[in-house]
């Protein structure tokens, strides 16, 4: 008789236990620490921004933490698509273009957001009774919840679209290497 043990066990991956020391973390130590330096810079920017201006502190808030995560996307996504992860200069460069990037992207945010917001604040005042005297709780209570909407997915679709296609690389290299007949 076996001993309990030594029995295999049924409900087992069938993965071997070779594959799983071999899979790599998703980002290697120097990558790491390029990617902690830059978001530590950010946030003493912003802390030290904010100590001298409330507001211009605010402003880079926006700017730079969606700027650290787009780069470490970008990064990560280059990653997937050559096996190495990018180091020094080229590291450097992705924050460097995130956050030059980042700024169009909350220019065109606002403009989804006052456009979509004022268009809401005039139909709702002409389309429900007024509570006030000008309908100025219509415009506030029509007006900005579209426009927040309209901001967050104009955000969202601007961020994604700047973000590189890998695939569209790998299809791009693959015709080339193809022949035509």
């Not at 290697?28 to 620490?33: F, I």
């Amino acid at each position: 008789m076996s001993e309990p043990g030594k029995e295999p066990n049924p409900y087992k991956s069938p993965e071997t236990e070779d594959a799983g020391a071999k899979m790599e973390s998703g980002m290697p130590p120097a990558a790491l620490t390029g990617t902690l330096a830059a978001a530590g810079v950010s946030v003493l920017i912003i802390i030290g921004l904010f100590l001298v201006s409330p507001g211009i502190g605010v402003l880079a808030a926006l700017v730079l933490v969606p700027a650290n995560l787009r780069a470490i996307l970008a990064m990560r996504k280059e990653f997937r698509a050559t096996g190495r992860w990018p180091e020094g200069w080229n590291q450097a460069s992705a924050f460097v273009i995130s956050t030059l990037i980042m700024i169009p992207i909350w220019i065109a945010t606002g403009i989804a957001f006052y456009a979509v917001c004022w268009a809401g604040a005039m139909i709702a005042v002409s389309a429900f009774p007024k509570g006030d005297e000008y309908g100025f709780t219509n415009m506030i209570y029509g007006g900005i919840p579209i426009g927040l909407i309209a901001g967050l997915v104009s955000f969202m679709l601007c961020f994604r679209l700047t973000l590189r296609s890998t695939s569209g690389q790998a299809e791009m290299e693959d015709r080339k290497s193809k022949p035509t007949a």
